[in-house]
T-cell receptor
Framework: DAGVIQSPRHEVTEMGQEVTLRCKPI?????LFWYRQTMMRGLELLIY????????DSGMPEDRFSAKMPNASFSTLKIQPSEPRDSAVYFC????????????FGDGTRLSIL | DQQVKQNSPSLSVQEGRISILNCDYT??????FLWYKKYPAEGPTFLIS?????DKNEDGRFTVFLNKSAKHLSLHIVPSQPGDSAVYFC???????????FGQGTRLTINP
């Protein structure tokens, strides 16, 4: 079974550039989560979707961050313009249902903003 | 405001012995708790969970204990194996909510 697939695995770009991270959830899962992991703040939830609809985006740090889920099998997290403090590992996760239960994580995108 | 805290950044245990990882939480509304394991360059993988209606859940070598009055949970690994060397995160959610709040993680090293 294919797990959550994230691309790219690594991204290095210059400050001010637009960055787009991509995620394909596990087939059949109807909830999708975007997390960011940093040394200072640990693993924090940015936004999550149920049935392609954003439910809670309170973790999105600034208006420079946006996320979309145009269909059940694809989501993007965009940063425009990017800043060095956005450097982190970004994880996507998915699960099935509305109840709290284990989320399945992708292997992450390591983002470096120079 | 760290609602889920793992106060030990690292732990070193001899192979074959018991590993005990601890987690404290402050939000009394949390009622579902999970442990995740993370290897370098990989995403966290689910290990074991416990609902607040229980005080213990066991799965093979892994047991999670929940002490609601102390707002404390722990993960026991017996016996510890070299493959258990990883970062362990505890996470919690409020009843009816999907949102998980994670601790900072504890790096477990199993020594041969």
């Amino acid at each position: 079974d294919a797990g959550v697939i994230q691309s790219p695995r690594h991204e290095v770009t210059e400050m001010g550039q637009e960055v787009t991270l991509r995620c394909k959830p596990i087939s059949g899962h109807n909830s999708l989560f975007w997390y960011r992991q940093t040394m200072m703040r640990g693993l924090e939830l940015l936004i999550y979707f149920n049935n392609n609809v954003p439910i809670d985006d309170s973790g999105m740090p600034e208006d420079r961050f946006s996320a979309k889920m145009p269909n059940a099998s694809f989501s993007t997290l965009k940063i425009q313009p990017s800043e060095p403090r956005d450097s982190a590992v970004y994880f996507c996760a998915s699960n099935l249902g509305l109840l709290p239960r284990a989320q399945h994580f992708g292997d992450g995108t390591r983002l470096s903003i120079l | 405001d760290q609602q889920v805290k793992q106060n030990s950044p690292s732990l070193s245990v001899q192979e074959g012995r018991i590993s005990i990882l601890n987690c404290d939480y402050t939000n009394s509304m949390f009622d579902y708790f999970l442990w995740y394991k993370k290897y370098p360059a990989e995403g966290p993988t689910f290990l074991i969970s416990i609902s607040s209606i229980k005080d213990k859940n066991e799965d093979g070598r892994f047991t999670v204990f929940l002490n609601k009055s102390a707002k404390h949970l722990s993960l026991h690994i017996v016996p510890s194996q070299p493959g258990d060397s990883a970062v362990y995160f505890c996470a919690a959610s409020v009843e009816g909510a999907q949102k998980l709040v994670f601790g900072q993680g504890t790096r477990l090293t199993i020594n041969p």
